[in-house]
């Protein structure tokens, strides 16, 4: 599965950005993790399998949403409300085996599209 990730910027605290991640074909669960420079790849938000429940990092609840358009192989992350802290290389991620436990680890994640970089200014 290829996965290509779009739609990051400049944004001023505050404000607001749609990230897109477009897959070769349709995957079972989709997830996307961010990775700020010197710190560990960490877990955003994911979507499980068909019936689309979704799971947030306690970090970011509240402020994003992630989503999936079946039609067109695109998962989104759409971020409000940015601070600072969201300052990051953020990626897609696929799978079709995960389970719930492990929806969170990045290592349970199969394929993995380049990041797009989320730059939030105070």
């Known amino acids: 599965v290829q996965l290509q990730a779009s739609g990051g910027g400049l944004v001023q605290a505050g404000g607001s950005i749609r990230l897109s991640c477009a897959a070769s074909?349709?995957?079972?669960?989709n997830g996307w993790f961010r990775q700020a420079p010197g710190k560990e790849r960490e877990f955003v938000a994911a979507l499980f399998r068909s019936g689309g429940n979704t799971y947030y990092s306690e970090t970011v609840k509240g402020r994003v949403t992630i989503s999936r358009d079946s039609a067109k192989n695109t998962i989104y992350l759409q971020m409000n409300n940015l601070k600072p802290e969201d300052t990051a290389l953020h990626y897609c991620?696929?799978?079709?085996?995960?389970?719930?436990?492990?929806?969170?680890?990045?290592?349970?994640?199969?394929?993995w599209g380049r990041g797009t970089q989320v730059t939030v200014s105070s």
């Open positions: 074909r349709r995957t079972l669960s």
């Open positions: 991620a696929a799978s079709d085996t995960i389970i719930l436990s492990t929806i969170r680890s990045a290592s349970a994640y199969a394929f």
